[in-house]
């Protein structure tokens, strides 16, 4: 794997969007598994100052992902 | 310090406002406290999986007496998940062993929002070149939509989509540090 194709990777990881099961549970990102653990390790880290910053953005203080949960609430 | 027991009435009776109150409050802490997890676990998806059981479970929970209550059990919730996924998945017995043993964080307090970082960031990112603006704008606009999805209503390819939002971050992040605000090295 590449530089890049491991930067790609990881970038998707740190993504809030993830498929929902038919069972409701969340799907893993599909390219977390193509990760190996030093990429995981940064998806996990990239992923927590990227929330931080939506949050920060966002004029309720919610992430991506408090969105989505929220979302998925509201949507019964 | 906030105490984010407070919403705790309202979310038992189903106020998904409440909630949303809740998680603006409880999430950083959240995520941070699964991060010895992320090379066993998708932490993201984890965090997800523990909010929405929160929200299912929050009436059936009942205040220990202390502040943040409902921030310490999410915590264990996400913690619990975390390890149970490990189990599951994983076959390094001694890393599920090491995880299992490390305690919750039991004196996590909320995040605080910072307004003057708001006015920055928005700053900041008026001045982002037009397609790394695009994509990190339609990531924040539609969460829900997958990146293929998101990169062709763009125009792009997923791998150009990925990359221009890449760029995006790290534009941020250089554009933050000259505001004199450190942001962690992740983002650079």
Known sequence: MTDQEKDALIEATAGAHREVAPDGTIRWAPAWWDLDDDGRAKAAALATQLRKLEAAMDPDGLSTTARLVLARIRAG | ?188
């Open chain 2, 1 to 188: 310090m906030i105490d984010l027991d407070t919403e705790l009435p309202a979310i038992a009776a189903g106020d998904a406002d409440a909630f949303a109150r809740f998680v603006a409050g409880a999430e950083t802490r959240v995520r941070e406290s699964l991060a010895s997890f992320a090379v066993a676990i998708d932490v993201e998806a984890i965090v997800q999986e523990c909010l929405l059981r929160v929200w299912q479970v929050a009436p059936r929970v009942e205040p220990d007496g202390r502040s943040n209550s409902l921030l310490r059990f999410t915590i264990r919730v996400a913690r619990n998940l975390a390890v149970s996924e490990t189990r599951r998945r994983r076959s390094d017995s001694d890393l599920t062993t090491k995880l299992e043993h490390q305690l919750a964080d039991d004196a996590s307090e909320p995040a605080v929002p910072d307004p003057l970082l708001r006015e920055v960031i928005a700053r900041c990112r008026e001045q982002l070149p037009e397609k790394p603006a695009q994509a990190l704008a339609a990531r924040l606009d539609g969460p829900w939509r997958a990146d293929t999805e998101i990169a062709a209503t763009l125009g792009m390819r997923a791998n150009t989509f990925l990359q221009n939002f890449g760029r995006a971050r790290r534009l941020l992040a250089q554009c933050l540090g000259k505001h004199g605000i450190d942001v962690a090295k992740e983002l650079a």
